[in-house]
């Protein structure tokens, strides 16, 4: 097969007793991309990636990983992928280099290249000082990096990463971006699932909705919020006390709009750059004093509710709302 | 823009070299914490002691070295089955912390993972064995027969904790949390071992108690082990057949336990780990 596709998921089922987990799930991954799989807790990303892991056997359905089949061909799967799962799964008594000699080990690595390719890894993922400590007294971030530096002793062209951010502070989950980035550019496949929109429209080339185990959009990050409407121009008065008077300047020149007198803004519906020139030339010969005049376009928050009548972060801890990109 | 990445090569390692290096993990855990050995060193000594110089000056047996020579293949057999214990909790640890996936998930043998704990378990109970053996000869104890007959005895404990590794992978990938496995454990295992001829002889007991005691497993195995080191004496009128024939049926118990629980502990951890 000369599939250039590093991952195929082809109508991927799964049921749990009565419960239907994943429902006819459909993707695929070029090599070298990113695959952002983005859902609220409980949208069956979890049990897509373990089936597409060999780790859970689907109802129905198949999936490809390096062009190798998960059910006719499990170990050859497991040979070309690393996965990282929700939970940092390193072991706590080890050191951050034993972690990565066990699992090099595992992989069937010359002891030569463990030592060497571990070593690098360490360096790269700002936890060589720490690497003849014992896991248990790393911060959560540092057990996420180490986590997935041991994914990659074994350099796997496919990586799962799933929900690699979550319960990580801000700093460290902009650093975990970073590195997830480097990778990307060595032309490593990336499948992450995330329940942050903010993460899928950072990291992903494209992104996949699910909810309640079916897929409900598709694209990169820009037609997902092209497809939750058309964006807007926004004017953001200086004093409040114009308001009124910039509402009834520009209420002539625009199909409708739309007055937050908390936020000091005026939204109209955007009608293409030179509109917009216009608009703002009508300030121009006014007395009124702007703060700020642009295009809005949806975020991907705006999609997901669009997209599934909830929001996506219901369930989301707090540390979202200081996220800074 | 894709560029290829450099792979390792990748050889193949075989369920022995996996379950060495799982093993090998499995000891460096009990280095950075040798209280984990507590179970198989301290436990047993103290239970040696306590029984030996609490009890054992009103249980009079007739054998070369008196109560304390009687006790010491009693707490073998004890220890041994606990071994079923440390399979079982750090089984359920391990899955509960997600490292069993971690492990499924690379390229092994699915195996490795079970039998690369059974190996360190197996070597965890022998170093209690070493560590009683150490504290009964301290004490008094003594074998009275020939070597031969003294490997014999510790192989049918080896042998047992072979066959108690499956209770451990059953309980162990039954139970959702390292605490319930403790709780079933205990409820089930200190019973078991108690109710039989480890710490006392059977004859004085009610002869209902007597007959439960001396058909337990365990008596078996403690008898079969007195027997292969001269620790034993004469049966006392009435035993059950299994006190005259203890070293049949001590391995046919262990053939037994393994052909019935070994399917059942693999089909539970597989359930447990498929979903």
Request: net charge negative; hydrophobic share 45%; proline share 5%.
């Amino acid at each position: 097969m000369t599939s250039h596709h590093a991952i195929e998921a082809e109508n991927l089922v799964k049921h749990f007793g009565e419960t239907v987990a994943v429902d006819g799930v459909s993707f695929v991954v070029p090599q070298g991309t990113v695959l952002g799989l983005l859902g609220p807790n409980g949208a069956g990303k979890t049990t897509t990636v373990r089936m597409m892991t060999t780790l859970t056997a689907p109802t129905s359905g198949t999936a490809r990983v390096a062009g190798h089949d998960v059910l006719t061909d499990p170990a050859a799967v497991r040979r070309s992928m690393g996965l990282t799962g929700q939970a940092a799964t390193v072991d706590e008594l080890l050191t951050g280099r034993e972690n990565l000699r066990l699992i090099g080990q595992l992989y069937g690595l010359d002891a030569g290249y463990i030592k060497r390719a571990g070593d690098e890894l360490l360096e790269r993922f700002s936890l060589a000082e720490a690497g003849d400590r014992i896991a248990k007294t790393y911060s959560g971030g540092m057990r996420r990096r180490l986590d997935l530096a041991v994914s990659l002793i074994a350099t796997p062209p496919v990586l799962f990463l799933d929900e690699p951010t979550t319960g990580l502070d801000p700093r460290s989950r902009v650093e975990l971006w970073e590195v997830l980035r480097e990778l990307v550019a060595d032309g490593t496949t990336l499948l992450l699932t995330t329940q942050y929109l903010e993460e899928a429209d950072q990291l992903a080339d494209n992104i996949v909705v699910i909810d309640r185990g079916t897929v409900i959009a598709e694209g990169t990050p820009l037609q997902l919020k092209d497809q939750s409407g058309a964006a807007a121009q926004v004017v953001t008065v200086s004093h409040a006390g114009d308001l009124e008077r910039a509402e009834a300047l520009i209420r002539p020149h625009v199909r409708e709009v739309h007055v937050d007198a908390g936020a000091r803004q005026l939204t109209a519906p955007a009608e293409g750059l030179g509109h917009m020139t216009k608009v703002a030339g009508l300030f121009d010969e006014s007395a009124i004093v702007l703060d700020d005049i642009g295009l809005k376009r949806p975020s991907l928050d705006d999609v997901f509710l669009h997209l599934t009548g909830h929001r996506a972060e219901d369930t989301a801890p707090d540390a979202d709302e200081e996220l800074v990109s | 823009m894709t560029t290829t990445l450099e792979r390792p090569q990748i050889r193949e390692t075989g369920l022995l070299g996996q379950s060495l290096a799982i093993a090998r993990r499995n000891f460096i855990h009990i280095k950075r914490m040798p209280e984990m050995l507590m179970d198989v060193t301290i436990q047993p000594v103290m239970f040696v002691l306590l029984f030996a110089y609490v009890f054992g000056s009103s249980i009079d047996v007739p054998i070369d070295g008196g109560y304390k020579a009687f006790l010491l293949p009693g707490i073998m057999a004890q220890t041994v089955a606990f071994s079923s214990f440390i399979v079982a909790v750090g089984l359920t640890a391990d899955l509960e912390k997600g490292i069993v996936d971690r492990m499924r998930s690379l390229p092994i043998n699915p195996a490795a993972v079970l039998v690369g704990r059974s190996f360190s378990s197996v070597a965890h109970s022998s170093i209690g064995l070493v560590v009683m053996s150490l504290t009964g000869l301290a004490i008094g104890w003594r074998i009275h027969t020939n070597i031969l007959e003294a490997l014999l005895g510790y192989l049918l404990l080896v042998g047992w904790a072979f066959a108690m590794i499956w209770v451990g992978i059953l309980v162990g990938s039954a139970m959702r949390s390292v605490e319930a496995v403790n709780g079933v454990m205990f409820a089930t295992m200190f019973p078991v071992t108690f109710l039989a001829n480890t710490f006392a002889p059977t004859d004085g007991m009610p002869s209902w108690l007597r007959f439960v005691a001396e058909w337990n497993p365990i008596s078996s195995l403690t008898q079969a082990v007195r027997v292969l080191w001269g620790n034993d004496y004469q049966l006392a009128e009435g035993a059950a057949f299994p006190m005259h024939h203890p070293i049949p049926f001590t391995l046919g118990w262990i053939v037994l336990l393994t052909a019935t629980l070994a399917p059942l502990a693999i089909r539970t951890f597989k359930k447990r780990t498929a979903d």
